[in-house]
């Protein structure tokens, strides 16, 4: 359930359980265990990963919860969802396959009991093993590769790469540090085993993931260690197109844009956390910049790659957003020409500092003002894609048009689809080609934009792009 992030951890817990003896099962399959990793970040977050639970008891398998969820509540949640037969956190990944294995035996397992993580050293689902070889590249030599501990749950030619774990920052609505800890940056011959073995496993664009990518390198002394990192990457055999997620504007430096708009392979993409444009608002939630220095950093960022996608998310409805607050993040809007905005209303979250603010907006306010903010980025987003009408664009194939038939609509059976670089994984829009067959599932495809559909667009193919490396 929930981000990228708990998407890698996932596929680490299915390497690790399968080092210790277990099979996975395919959709249809009965199975003798169902492991849900959850999520705990907003309120529809946890929902689902109930819903998810329960539904997964009535399947008659033994259920065990871990994530997010599972990591935030603990023994609370284990009393009150008795349908999961243990409810186990973090320090139970690295012995996790001999803890399901007294699940299915039938024995008690001590539920997790939560503790604020930002007081302990941060924590990996899995340890890694160093292997024998050492990744060095010229001018730098960054010790021995991790043996990798993953397995793939699908076949996808994108597949998120986790960067770090953890966050230092502590905004003032957010929970996140409490339950996955300080901020600990992977180590580069980390990051660069992991890369070449998603390579080897068919992807072609990496997913870098973190709770916040600015920081990189900073605990590791070296806070331009990302800029140093993504080349590299880039060169990485079978890898055609590396994406960074989750940008702090404070901390976004002109160094890293030059990186991510001037390196070979590297999209021009940036997801920046701005989260409001009033500068009073951001500093009643910890954070900082304006509207002026937010507009400086998409002029900055287009100076540099005129086509570059830039998306964010903000939160409305903040304790203390005035009216005049609400027109500042529109100003901004209008003026950031932003390709996707995600939009939240505002919610206490337990144990954050907003909790006990002055100045609670009532939830019935909160949803009127999400509906105007929607409304607006909804035209101001789907302009921008109308501005892409005659450009070209790079498209990673990721649908056929022959898969999910039930769940598509009519006009789109049989058509292809996949991402530009302006659009990251199921976040921001896609590519739908406009004739049926043709490409295939991993091509990267030259592509014409023909038509825009809200932040969609229609795209003619034009030419096949040969992998500029070839994998292995």
């Not at 259920?63 to 284990?78: H, I, N, Q």
């Not at 009393?79 to 024995?107: C, M, Q």
Request: hydrophobic share 40%.
């Amino acid at each position: 359930m929930g981000c990228a992030r708990n998407e890698v951890d996932s596929e680490e817990i299915a390497g690790r359980l399968a080092e210790g003896g277990y099979e996975l099962v395919g959709d249809g399959e009965q199975a003798d265990l169902v492991v849900v990793n959850t999520c705990g970040f907003i309120e529809q977050a946890k929902k689902d990963s109930i819903d998810t639970l329960l539904a997964a008891s009535d399947t008659g398998a033994k259920v065990v919860a871990v994530g997010c969820l599972a990591e935030r509540y603990g023994a609370e949640l284990a009393k009150d969802l008795p349908e999961a037969d243990a409810v186990l956190g973090f320090d139970h990944y690295p012995d996790l396959a001999a803890r399901l294995g007294d699940v299915l035996a039938g024995h008690s397992v001590d539920s997790h009991v939560p503790s604020d993580r930002r007081l302990l050293l941060p924590i990996s689902p899995v340890e890694r093993p160093a292997a024998a070889s050492e990744i060095t590249v010229p001018g730098h030599s960054w010790g021995p590769a991790s043996r990798i501990v993953r397995r793939r749950l699908d076949d996808a030619p994108v597949a998120p790469l986790k960067l770090a774990s953890g966050c230092d920052r502590r905004c003032s609505f957010c929970a996140i540090p409490s339950f996955r800890g300080s901020f600990v940056s992977r180590g580069p011959a980390e990051v660069l085993s992991e890369a070449r073995w998603l390579a080897e496993h068919g992807v072609r664009e990496l997913y870098l993931v973190s709770e916040n990518s600015t920081s990189y390198g900073k605990d590791l002394g070296d806070t331009a260690l990302l800029e140093t990192l993504l080349p590299e990457l880039a060169a990485v055999p079978g890898i055609d197109r590396v994406r960074l997620s989750y940008l702090q504007p404070a901390e976004t430096r002109p160094g890293l844009v030059r990186a991510i708009a001037g390196t070979p392979g590297v999209a021009d993409y940036f997801d920046l956390s701005f989260q409001h444009a009033s500068g009073p608002v951001l500093r009643r939630m910890r954070r900082f910049g304006d509207r002026e220095s937010f507009l400086a950093l998409c002029e900055q960022i287009r100076a540099l790659a005129p086509e570059a996608g830039i998306r964010t998310n903000v939160i409305v409805g903040f304790p203390g957003e005035t009216e005049a607050d609400l027109v500042e993040l529109e100003q901004f809007l209008i003026g950031g020409r932003l390709d996707a905005v995600g939009v939240f209303g505002y919610s206490d979250e337990d144990g954050t500092e907003a909790v006990g603010l002055d100045g609670h907006v009532d939830p019935a306010e909160v949803n009127v003002r999400v509906q105007r903010i929607t409304s607006l980025v909804d035209e101001l987003t789907s302009q921008r894609a109308e501005d892409r009408i005659g450009t070209e664009v790079l498209v990673l194939v990721e649908r056929d048009g022959t898969e999910d038939l039930d769940d598509m609509a009519e006009s789109e059976v049989g058509l292809a689809s996949g991402r530009g670089e302006h659009q990251a994984p199921e976040v921001d829009g896609e590519c739908v080609f406009t004739e049926v067959g043709g490409v295939a599932v991993g091509e990267l495809i030259r592509a014409r934009v023909v038509g825009s559909d809200g932040v969609d667009l229609i795209v003619e193919a034009l030419e096949t792009m040969e992998p500029s490396r070839s994998a292995g």
